[in-house]
């Protein structure tokens, strides 16, 4: 009996796995087949110590636009951020709207924005696809995901979501704890936790919109001084 318990076992395990890997997969190819897609994200960092929320839009044309706002708790500290890319040029700036880091779009910029926000969420593909250097990256390295295994159903704000816990990293960072949150009836993240050295990171997504029409003009580029 012992037996055909533990062959029982072992056949439900890769079973497991291979439905969490294809709910993710689900989740990452409808994010890369979209059109277009926008949304909105607020991240905690190290249970509020800082914080950080907006918006961000993409089309197929290697456009993308992200705008964030971020504050420290005890600190006075309130710092804008934006990132556009108008398809040829990337222009990113901090605090200092007069400061501006320009540099050419990489064909595979659009793809990156998106395989990042599908397995690393918003902060880290910002934060990697910010720098010319990021930029050329390549995506399927560069934000990797491994070891799906199933978590918990769980509603967050109303939505039925199925929780997948992964590895994601980049080089020698690994995070063997990441979660995210997948909506069951959209197939798009709601939630995600993951773990750099900065502390740990909790993001949660809203007001996703895919294959809509986005004015062209919030891609146009800021004026060179």
Do not use: C
Not at 51 to 75: L, P, Q, Y
Request: glycine share 8%; charged share 30%; proline share 3%.
């Amino acid at each position: 009996m012992k037996l055909l318990a533990l062959v029982a076992v072992a056949l439900l395990l890769p079973q497991e796995k291979n439905e969490a890997e294809a709910l993710f997969k689900k989740m990452e190819e409808k994010i890369l087949q979209a059109k277009t897609i926008q949304g909105k994200y607020a991240l905690s960092m190290n249970r509020g110590l800082l914080k950080m929320e907006g918006e961000f839009i993409a089309d197929a044309e290697n456009r993308f636009r992200i705008e964030s706002e971020a504050t420290a708790r005890n600190v006075k500290l309130k710092e804008k951020g934006l990132t556009i890319s108008d398809g040829k040029q990337v222009a990113t700036t901090g605090q200092d709207p007069g400061s501006w880091l320009r540099f050419a779009t990489p064909e595979t910029y659009g793809k990156s924005i998106r395989i990042g926000l599908a397995r690393h969420g918003m902060l880290d593909a910002a934060m990697q696809l910010g720098s010319e250097i990021g930029s050329k990256a390549d995506p399927e390295k560069d934000f990797t995901a491994s070891n799906f295994r199933m978590g918990k159903e769980e509603k967050i704000n109303g939505r039925a979501t199925q929780q997948i816990l992964y590895r994601m990293g980049r080089g020698s960072w690994q995070d063997d704890s990441a979660m995210v949150w997948i909506d069951k009836e959209s197939m798009l993240p709601v939630k995600r936790s993951y773990k750099m050295e900065q502390g740990a990171i909790e993001e949660n997504y809203s007001d996703f919109k895919l294959d809509e029409k986005i004015d062209p003009t919030k891609f146009e580029l800021p004026a060179s001084k």
